[in-house]
């Protein structure tokens, strides 16, 4: 049962139909958790990014209009001189301008706190030279205010550009953190879709081993029983429908191995005496001739013909006839030793291999399997007399008697011939001889 472990996740689901359900959510499950994780770090990203450059046009534009405004102001203050009344409209508009600037950029700029430090200057700046671009003009010569008001406007220009620089460089930074996002981003992703393809292609190989192993299996069992080994039996592992078809096709083969074995008993068995068949029995002559000459050890076979039987169907009928050879068989089997093989042969004739046995033995044990079926009888109907017979018995040895089955068969059916016509119940053994034929009349079984 080991080696199903493997299929025990998807086992335990029982239906293929289930184990399907349950492989195509494993599979769609982190491909759409990939997608909805994607988009969640790519439109944060992206936002990210997009913030970064709204601020980028923002402050450079507000930075590009108050230099610009900061340059014109000497300009406009030299053709726009102010009155002893106060600033003309022109210079006040200016001024309206540069604090609109200024309140833009303080509330908008992406610089730090140790960077605004410029953007304080030039604030501070803007202030001394609001207050004298606003003031009233003096009894002095022109000279000196101009000069103060170049001076204010260089010391601010400066700021502003110290200030400017300040914010490419956070912008720059701003904008590398987010690219730097970006590939964190997609790092990340990678790695989803790496470990969601190895989840999907995993589940994918369990799904396909949890329903083809078991018809990987079931394909070589079925192949092992028409190989002829009805004894194999299907082990899926599976608790549904496979299960279920294994349990029918085990079932499907116990019927076939059972009605192969009683069809085998019909084959080699004798239908009437039970005993195996004239077939059966050159198959297991075979055998028993070849361990012989293996291991060197003797054997005896036995020919045993029922004396007058053609006179016990004549006299007492067919039944009569077929009771005398079952009375015989059981005779045989019952008087002989386990190891022994006994057959019908033919008709009227039995036949006995006794292994391991020596001559003397085999003598003994043929006239006393005659002895106890000459005492048999049986009864055909109520009132009637016992009907009883004898049997006559041809005995071979090997190898005195020969090494081969075709020599053996000759010369037991030889002796088998001699007892028949001394007259019957008699046992008689094989001699050596050139001739392995008779040299008397025989009977019918010399053609067996």
């Known amino acids: ?55 980028l046009f923002d402050d450079l534009q507000i930075m590009a209009e108050l230099q610009r405004q900061t340059r014109q102001i000497p300009e406009i203050y030299r053709q726009e001189r102010t009155s002893v009344d106060g600033p003309n409209e022109a210079v006040t508009m200016l001024v309206r301008d540069v604090d609109s600037l200024f309140s833009n950029v303080m509330v908008s700029s992406t610089a730090n706190a140790n960077d605004k430090e410029s953007l304080n200057n030039a604030h501070l700046t803007w202030l001394s030279l609001r207050g004298a671009l606003l003031s009233p003009a003096m009894n002095q010569s022109e000279s000196k205010p101009s000069a103060n008001i170049d001076t204010l406007t260089f010391a601010m220009l400066r700021h502003i550009m110290i200030f400017e620089a300040s914010v ?27 470990f969601s393809l190895l989840v999907a292609v995993t589940s994918g190989v369990l799904l396909y081993r949890s329903m083809f192993d078991p018809l990987r299996r079931m394909r070589m069992s079925t192949e092992r029983i028409m190989a002829g080994d009805l004894e194999h039996r299907v082990e899926t592992g599976d608790t549904g429908e496979l299960g279920r078809l294994a349990e029918s096709f085990n079932a499907m083969t116990g019927m076939l191995l059972s009605n192969q074995t009683r069809i085998r008993m019909h084959t080699i068995h004798d239908s009437l005496t039970g005993l195996i068949n004239r077939r059966e029995f050159k198959t297991r002559f075979g055998t028993e001739l070849e361990r012989a000459l293996r291991y060197s050890q003797p054997f005896a076979l036995l020919m045993v013909d029922v004396d007058d039987f053609s006179e016990i169907n004549e006299k007492y009928g067919h039944v009569a ?95 088998l011939a001699e007892a028949k016509v001394t007259g019957g119940n008699v046992v008689r053994a094989a001699t050596l001889r050139e001739d392995p034929m008779p040299r008397i009349p025989s009977s019918r079984s010399q053609g067996n």
Do not use: C, W
């Open 168 to 194: 490419y460089n956070t912008i720059r930074t701003d904008l590398y953190n987010t690219l730097q996002g970006r590939k964190d981003t997609q790092l990340v992703i990678t790695a989803l879709a790496f």
């Open 321 to 415: 006839g077929d009771e005398a050879l079952r009375v015989v068989a059981v005779t045989l089997s019952r008087e002989v030793r386990p190891m022994d093989i006994v057959a019908r042969f033919d008709d009227d004739e039995f036949a006995v291999i006794m292994p391991d046995i020596g001559t003397d033995d085999a003598l003994s044990s043929a006239e006393r399997l005659r002895e106890h079926i000459s005492k048999q009888e049986f009864v055909i109907a109520n009132g009637t007399k016992p009907v009883k017979f004898t049997v006559s018995i041809g005995l071979v040895l090997f190898p005195d008697d020969g090494d081969e089955i075709e020599l053996l068969m000759s010369r037991v059916n030889v002796a």
């Open 1 to 55: 049962m080991v080696e199903h472990e493997h299929t025990r996740p998807f086992g335990m689901m029982g239906s293929m139909r289930n184990r399907y359900f349950l492989g195509v959510g494993v599979v769609l499950v982190p491909l759409a958790t990939l997608v909805v994780i994607s988009y969640f770090f790519l439109a944060n990203s992206l936002r990210s990014l997009d913030g970064v450059i709204i601020h």
